[in-house]
């Protein structure tokens, strides 16, 4: 087999040779160095676009001889259609079945026999490649992406596309059909959005979906979303800027423009009425999901939800864990959180009963809870902690070059801004409990879905609707 001219030095043959049709320069540069503006930590980058539209973000990182990559494309399940799922978390498997200069799973060994980390995640919003690798392998690690992003489609066939759909299929009987609780997000979903609205269908899809895809559906699918001006390449280690851009232009600079994408705006959902709904599963305990249509990402009152689940839920000192786990007795978890999305958010509270308990003692708690919060608001020492918990988790979440690296990556295609990891605690400032009070009343005193996963023949232990008076002053 013939090797590809532009491959980086010591990279082992595999794939046919393919000359790049064309020489492009880099586009117009800009350079966004962040400034020192308050105690949140701080990620000094570099951002600049290829004449292809492929935004770069370079974030030099000396501390430990290593690199971080991550392609990040601007494609979910909120980029699919209905009879058509699934195909955004099907890519991230394809993406490592080879390409055309590289051979058949070849992408994980390569990376894999230097030492690399190496994997692909899929969300409603986005997908991620990423690797880490020792920093004199950063050349190898781009010319692999590169590889995928421009001669995917020479190497995809019905052979790999059946092989992969049936890796798929055998991952959702096993994480969703086949374990306990497995098909709550998806059963919400279906309740909170309408049949139309992309969070409506789980990100693996479903089984009907993945049979029905041919091969020219899922190639079609890559042509639009796989383009290098629907994808962000950021970059974080130990490497001099120089050098990357060079490589970056080499691997990536040749690879053609794909079609403009339009961005979906913000699809907010309310319900006209409650949504009650039983399941029976193999499962031990029955656990309560209570979920609320609520507000999209990044948006200042996604904030402040943040701090309502924080108060009602995070940790053993929260509002809703002392009651229900330590007062009370009568559950043995508690996860509240809000679930934040480009286009719509969920803010959810599950509770998982003790054996012996019913989930109409689980609504009837969370109920007395929320009255009192309705009624008795929360305190400010309480608004600072959630915050204060946040600015830890950030601070944790930038701690290595992939985290550093997935972050502006992450912020660039959900902001359009990487610098807004910079921002971030900007939404939070200045939250006062009275703001804190008239969200929970606007989002929680609002209808819900709720759902009660009991064991098989259990139906009783499920939560009966008498629990459903409202209280603390919400209409």
């Given at each position: 087999m013939q090797r590809r001219k532009d491959r980086p030095p010591g990279l082992p043959p595999a794939g046919l040779r393919r000359l790049f049709s064309a020489v492009l320069t880099l586009g117009a540069i800009l350079m966004l160095t962040t400034a020192q503006t308050d105690a949140q930590t701080k990620v000094s980058f570099e951002q600049y676009t290829?004449?292809?539209?492929?935004?770069?973000?370079?974030?030099?990182?000396?501390?430990?001889?290593?690199?971080?990559?991550?392609?990040?494309?601007?494609?979910?399940?909120?980029?699919?259609?209905?009879?058509?799922?699934?195909?955004?978390?099907?890519?991230?498997?394809?993406?490592?079945?080879?390409?055309?200069?590289?051979?058949?799973?070849?992408?994980?060994?390569?990376?894999?026999?230097?030492?690399?980390?190496?994997?692909?995640t899929t969300s409603n919003d986005r997908t991620n490649y990423f690797e880490v690798v020792p920093s004199n392998y950063l050349e190898l690690a781009l010319y692999l992406e590169s590889d995928r992003m421009g001669f995917l489609l020479p190497a995809m066939t019905q052979e790999k596309l059946d092989n992969?759909?049936?890796?798929?299929?055998?991952?959702?009987?096993?994480?969703?059909?086949?374990?306990?609780?497995?098909?709550?997000?998806?059963?919400?979903?279906?309740?909170?959005?309408?049949?139309?609205?992309?969070?409506?269908?789980?990100?693996?899809?479903y089984m009907e979906d993945l049979s029905a895809a041919t091969l020219e559906d899922v190639m079609e699918f890559f042509r639009i979303y796989y383009a290098p001006n629907n994808a962000v390449l950021s970059i974080a280690g130990d490497f001099k800027p120089a050098q990357a851009k060079e490589w970056v232009k080499k691997y990536f600079g040749s690879i053609p423009r794909g079609t403009e994408i339009p961005r979906p705006s913000p699809m907010p959902v309310t319900l006209s009425d409650e949504k009650r709904m039983v399941f029976e599963d193999k499962v031990q305990l029955p656990r309560l999901y209570l979920r609320w249509p609520s507000?999209?990402?990044?948006?200042?009152?996604?904030?402040?939800?943040?701090?309502?689940?924080?108060?009602?839920?995070?940790?053993?000192?929260?509002?809703?864990?002392?009651?229900?786990?330590?007062?009370?007795?009568?559950?043995?978890?508690?996860?509240?959180?809000?679930?934040?999305?480009l286009l719509s958010s969920q803010f959810s509270i599950e509770v998982t009963a003790k054996p012996g308990k019913s989930l109409t003692e689980m609504e009837a708690a969370v109920n007395d809870e929320l009255a009192i919060f309705f009624n008795d608001g929360v305190t400010e020492k309480e608004i600072q902690t959630s915050i204060n918990h946040r600015e830890a988790g950030l601070t944790n979440s930038?701690?290595?070059?992939?985290?550093?690296?997935?972050?502006?990556?992450?912020?660039?295609?959900?902001?359009?801004?990487?610098?807004?990891?910079?921002?971030?605690?900007?939404?939070?400032?200045?939250?006062?409990?009275?703001?804190?009070?008239?969200?929970?009343?606007?989002?929680?005193?609002?209808?819900?879905?709720?759902?009660?996963?009991?064991?098989?023949?259990?139906?009783?232990?499920a939560a009966e609707k008498k629990t459903l008076e409202r209280k603390g002053g919400v209409e």
């Open positions: 290829l004449d292809n539209g492929l935004t770069v973000i370079l974030h030099e990182d000396h501390s430990a001889p290593v690199a971080a990559v991550v392609a990040m494309y601007n494609v979910g399940s909120k980029n699919e259609k209905k009879g058509r799922t699934g195909f955004a978390h099907l890519f991230e498997h394809m993406m490592f079945q080879g390409s055309q200069h590289v051979a058949d799973d070849e992408h994980f060994k390569l990376l894999q026999e230097v030492g690399g980390n190496i994997n692909g992969q759909r049936d890796v798929v299929k055998n991952e959702r009987r096993q994480n969703v059909d086949n374990q306990p609780y497995g098909t709550a997000w998806e059963k919400i979903a279906k309740a909170i959005y309408p049949e139309e609205h992309p969070y409506s269908w789980p990100v693996i899809g507000a999209p990402l990044n948006t200042r009152e996604d904030a402040v939800l943040d701090v309502i689940a924080d108060i009602l839920g995070a940790g053993k000192n929260s509002r809703l864990y002392k009651t229900l786990v330590y007062e009370r007795q009568v559950a043995q978890s508690v996860n509240v959180f809000q679930a934040s999305q930038l701690a290595t070059v992939l985290g550093k690296a997935n972050s502006l990556a992450t912020y660039f295609t959900f902001t359009g801004d990487p610098n807004n990891i910079n921002k971030e605690f900007d939404r939070y400032k200045g939250i006062t409990p009275a703001e804190v009070l008239a969200v929970a009343k606007k989002i929680l005193g609002g209808n819900k879905v709720a759902l009660s996963i009991v064991p098989e023949g259990k139906v009783e232990l």
